[in-house]
């Protein structure tokens, strides 16, 4: 009697466990962990991957299983990103089926119509003439549409995105929302996008021909740097290395990172090993792509929101054949599968946007770690101002240390001067967020001919409206946040997270005054304020609002050209831009970043200093700072003042060794919400009973989101905390145990190493 084989399966639905199904002896030799398998569930048919083969005897095998559809012969994932990928699941307590939904190539959908072998992985021949569908975003004002009606959250969550992108691909969109194209013609209807038919762009990040450069001859510093990553790489590759090996790289910004990073790819390549690059934001680092592909030719894959499914599944076949061994992309360039996988290099390692905030909600650098572990692999930080995460690791004897301590080409850095705005009055404009030193300094900068960049962390013309007859604030109906003024798209109020959206009130709803005051400045008013301060030089924007995809790219090579004087931005100005002309920068507003509420406010307001202060005097022309603040005191700011990032770290550490917050804690998140507001509360409490009956483990909670309500739902917080990360996650499995049974309506969401407190 011959055994029989069964097959669990991840599947792509919210639930923990695998599935298991009967295999029909036709898949026997196709039966691996890392295949994908075509099952029946519930009444549809489902891709999901085999996590595991088991024989069974013939008399269990007539247990009556459900048996798999197809196997499929390509794409699998390579084991040991499956295994990885396994793991991930399991730290986050993360369904496994979404797990490896991240690291799968895309498919057009997953349901059971595409499920037909040639059209769920199209060939990728003649991608690139085809005309493609393109969906864009129109104004109100253009559209003339009077009221916004409440929107679907699925319809305000498209429209988010592709407003944050200027416009994106309808298959693109696909890959987010599978109801995609009902939903935008939806929004195409009520006139807030427009879907067009567009030639299909070429890749911007290969349009231009970039010639070889050398490698210049390493500092001192770089050279200890490389020299003992290259060690490490010789290890891996012999086969020695039994486990991950993880270094800081922490240099002043201009210190040459990039370099080392180059040299350490260019040594895992000539050993056979296959390297993956995370950076922030792909579409805000094109000067590093030219730098990789100046440095190694075309032959690097990447990865970036601009690609058509099928780019990108092309993409993913020649990494998985081995035919590419570099890729270079933001936090889901993790999941690619590289061959031979030895080097991981995570950029701007302290960056917030390397946490994933939806679905499967990882940290990118933490899985980085956790994926060389498991490929004994080294992973490379860098940062000019670490995360204490990334730091404790150092003290820990978990990471290893290199300090890059001056600037490459040995330029000073800028000097960073504050401007005290309770004893500073207003410039010319009148408006004390241009003071008038700073008004002085840009007058000089502009006479030398020279490029400034003003950094302001609110978009929009003015954050809020209020009426000056009753001092009610327009807020939006659905979230409890006040509107934005936006000018430049057509007078709007705009909610920052809904994206609901009415024109601007011309009386006041509650007591019918007409007299409504715009407060406070965003970065569309410090443009129009500039340029008429100005008038002769030329002023551009870079935030969410001018878009993150091309139309940033775009912006970021005029002011390489020199063909802007002033750029004016949120935290997007302040990424490693290399633009040896700027030589003056500007923080508007120091405290802004400084006050939201969250035990990291005070490190990521310090790192956002930092760092656009290290945008300045990049060339050989000096630079300046000139820091805004009404706070002159406040460490961070003192400690920006001197680029004193070890000091800082130090007294940052103790206070959060005090407080016992990470990295001396583990926190778990939980976020409750429901549209009645008494139901939420209800299963918050009652979560929270079961939470602390677990031992060790300290439950605080539950509580009123900051946002209270956010797209008419209101909102919950347990957080627990522990020293023990297996306490910790006692308490969350049994939170999710007992979510299984609260109220239908109510959602509950874990977070396992919150970043976000909102
Ligand atoms: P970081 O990534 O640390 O901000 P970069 O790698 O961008 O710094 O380096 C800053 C500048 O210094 C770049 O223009 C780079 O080409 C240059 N540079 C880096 N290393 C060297 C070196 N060893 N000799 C000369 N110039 C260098
Ligand atoms: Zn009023
Ligand atoms: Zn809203």
Same mark, same amino acid.
């Given at each position: 009697m011959s055994a029989a084989l069964l097959v669990l399966v991840a599947l792509p639905v919210p639930l923990f466990t695998a599935f298991s199904y009967d295999l029909p002896s036709a898949f026997a030799s196709l039966a691996q962990p890392g295949r994908l398998v075509v099952c029946p569930f519930r009444s549809k048919r489902l891709l999901g991957v085999i996590t595991e083969v088991r024989s069974v005897e013939a008399s269990d095998a007539a247990i009556r299983r459900k048996k798999v559809i197809r196997v499929l012969s390509e794409p699998s994932l390579p084991e040991d990103l499956f295994l990885f990928l396994r793991e991930l699941a399991g730290y986050y307590l993360a369904p496994i089926g979404e797990a490896m939904r991240l690291a799968l190539p895309p498919t057009e959908r997953w349901t059971e119509t595409l499920l037909e072998e040639p059209t769920l992985f199209p060939t990728t021949a003649g991608i690139a003439q085809r005309k493609i569908a393109f969906v864009v975003p129109c104004t109100v004002g253009a559209s003339g549409a009077s009221t916004v009606q409440a929107l679907t959250k699925v319809q305000a969550a498209l429209l988010a995105r592709v407003r944050g992108l200027g416009g994106a691909p309808l298959a693109a969109l696909?890959?987010?929302?599978?109801?995609?194209?009902?939903?935008?013609?939806?929004?195409?209807?009520?006139?807030?996008?427009?879907?067009?038919?567009?030639?299909? /762009?070429?890749?911007?990040?290969?349009?231009?021909?970039?010639?070889?450069?050398?490698?210049?001859?390493?500092?001192?510093?770089?050279?200890?740097a490389v020299a003992r990553a290259t060690d490490i790489l010789t290890r891996v590759a012999s086969g020695e290395q039994r486990t991950g090996a993880t270094m800081l790289l922490r240099g002043v910004t201009g210190s040459g990172k990039t370099e080392v990073y180059l040299r350490a790819i260019a040594d895992a390549r000539a050993k056979g090993l296959g390297v993956i690059v995370l950076v922030p934001e792909i579409a805000l680092t094109p000067q590093l792509v030219q730098r990789f592909r100046a440095r190694f030719g075309d032959d690097v894959a990447v990865l970036h929101s601009a690609l058509t499914p099928k780019e990108r599944l092309l993409m993913w076949k020649r990494l998985r054949a081995g035919e590419l061994d570099v890729v270079i992309g933001a936090r889901s360039a993790l999941f690619a599968p590289v061959l031979r996988l030895g080097l991981l290099i995570v950029d701007e390692e302290h960056d917030p946007s390397f946490k994933q905030e939806e679905g499967v909600r990882y940290q990118a650098r933490d899985m980085a770690i956790l994926r060389a572990h498991r490929a004994s692999a080294l992973v490379l930080l860098?940062?000019?101002?670490?995360?204490?995460?990334?730091?404790?690791?150092?003290?820990?004897?978990?990471?290893?240390?290199?300090?890059?301590?001056?600037?490459?080409?040995?330029? /000073?850095?800028?000097?960073?001067?504050?401007?005290?705005?309770?004893?500073?009055?207003?410039?010319?404009? $009148?408006?004390?967020?241009?003071?008038?030193?700073?008004?002085?300094?840009?007058?000089?900068?502009?006479?030398?001919?020279?490029?400034?960049?003003?950094?302001?962390?609110?978009?929009?013309?003015?954050?809020?409206?209020?009426?000056?007859?009753?001092?009610?604030?327009?807020?939006?109906?659905?979230?409890?946040?006040?509107?934005?003024?936006?000018?430049?798209?057509?007078?709007?109020?705009?909610?920052? @997270?809904?994206?609901?959206?009415?024109?601007?009130?011309?009386?006041?709803?509650?007591?019918?005054?007409?007299?409504?005051?715009?407060?406070?400045?965003?970065?569309?008013?410090?443009?129009?304020?500039?340029?008429?301060?100005?008038?002769?030089?030329?002023?551009?924007?870079?935030?969410?609002?001018?878009? =993150?995809?091309?139309?940033?790219?775009?912006?970021?090579?005029?002011?390489?050209?020199?063909?802007?004087?002033?750029?004016? %931005?949120?935290?997007?100005?302040?990424? $490693?831009?290399?633009?040896?002309?700027?030589?003056?920068?500007?923080?508007?507003?120091?405290?802004? /970043?400084?006050?939201?509420?969250?035990?990291?406010?005070?490190?990521? $307001?310090?790192?956002?200093?930092?760092?656009?202060?290290?945008?300045?005097?990049?060339?050989?022309? $000096?630079?300046?700072?000139?820091?805004?603040?009404?706070?002159?005191?406040?460490?961070?700011?003192?400690?920006?003042?001197?680029?004193?990032?070890?000091?800082?770290?130090?007294?940052?550490?103790?206070?959060?060794?005090?407080?016992? @917050?990470?990295?001396?804690?583990?926190?778990?998140?939980?976020?409750?919400?429901?549209?009645?507001?008494?139901?939420?509360?209800?299963?918050?409490?009652?979560?929270?009973?079961?939470?602390?009956?677990?031992?060790?483990?300290?439950?605080?909670?539950?509580?009123?989101?900051?946002?209270?309500?956010?797209?008419?739902?209101?909102?919950?917080?347990?957080?627990?905390? =522990?020293?023990?990360?297996?306490?910790?996650?006692? %308490?969350?499995?049994?939170?999710?145990?007992?979510?299984?049974?609260?109220?239908?309506?109510?959602?509950?969401?874990?977070?396992?190493?919150?970043?976000?407190?909102?």
């Open positions: 696909t890959q987010t929302f599978s109801s995609a194209r009902t939903v935008a013609a939806r929004l195409a209807e009520l006139g807030l996008v427009q879907i067009e038919q567009r030639e299909k /762009a070429a890749d911007p990040f290969f349009s231009e021909a970039v010639a070889k450069d050398t490698a210049p001859t390493l500092t001192q510093d770089q050279a200890h860098g940062s000019a101002t670490p995360s204490l995460e990334a730091i404790h690791l150092t003290r820990e004897g978990k990471a290893e240390l290199c300090v890059l301590s001056t600037r490459a080409r040995a330029q /000073a850095l800028p000097k960073v001067e504050l401007v005290d705005l309770r004893r500073t009055g207003a410039g010319p404009s $009148g408006d004390k967020r241009i003071s008038l030193p700073l008004h002085r300094a840009i007058e000089q900068t502009l006479a030398k001919n020279e490029q400034a960049i003003l950094f302001l962390n609110r978009r929009g013309f003015a954050p809020s409206a209020r009426c000056e007859g009753c001092g009610v604030l327009a807020e939006c109906p659905y979230c409890a946040v006040s509107l934005t003024f936006h000018k430049r798209d057509g007078a709007v109020l705009r909610c920052h @997270y809904c994206d609901y959206q009415m024109p601007m009130l011309t009386q006041c709803k509650a007591c019918a005054s007409t007299d409504i005051a715009l407060e406070g400045v965003g970065t569309e008013k410090l443009e129009e304020t500039l340029a008429q301060l100005f008038p002769a030089a030329k002023i551009a924007r870079l935030d969410r609002d001018v878009g =993150s995809g091309k139309a940033a790219h775009r912006i970021l090579e005029r002011m390489q050209r020199r063909e802007i004087d002033i750029l004016v %931005g949120t935290q997007m100005v302040a990424k $490693g831009h290399d633009l040896p002309q700027v030589t003056l920068v500007g923080v508007i507003n120091a405290d802004a /970043a400084l006050s939201i509420p969250d035990f990291r406010a005070s490190e990521r $307001g310090f790192h956002l200093m930092v760092q656009v202060a290290g945008r300045a005097g990049r060339g050989d022309l $000096g630079g300046r700072v000139l820091i805004q603040t009404y706070d002159t005191k406040h460490p961070a700011v003192v400690a920006a003042q001197t680029h004193d990032v070890l000091s800082f770290t130090e007294l940052e550490l103790r206070a959060r060794k005090e407080l016992g @917050y990470p990295p001396f804690s583990r926190l778990a998140l939980v976020r409750i919400d429901a549209l009645d507001e008494s139901k939420a509360l209800a299963s918050a409490h009652r979560l929270a009973a079961v939470a602390r009956q677990t031992q060790g483990l300290e439950v605080m909670g539950p509580a009123p989101a900051p946002i209270v309500r956010l797209r008419n739902r209101f909102r919950f917080r347990i957080l627990l905390r =522990s020293p023990s990360r297996t306490d910790l996650r006692k %308490g969350a499995r049994a939170i999710l145990a007992a979510g299984l049974t609260i109220p239908s309506g109510v959602s509950v969401v874990v977070d396992i190493d919150p970043a976000s407190f909102l």
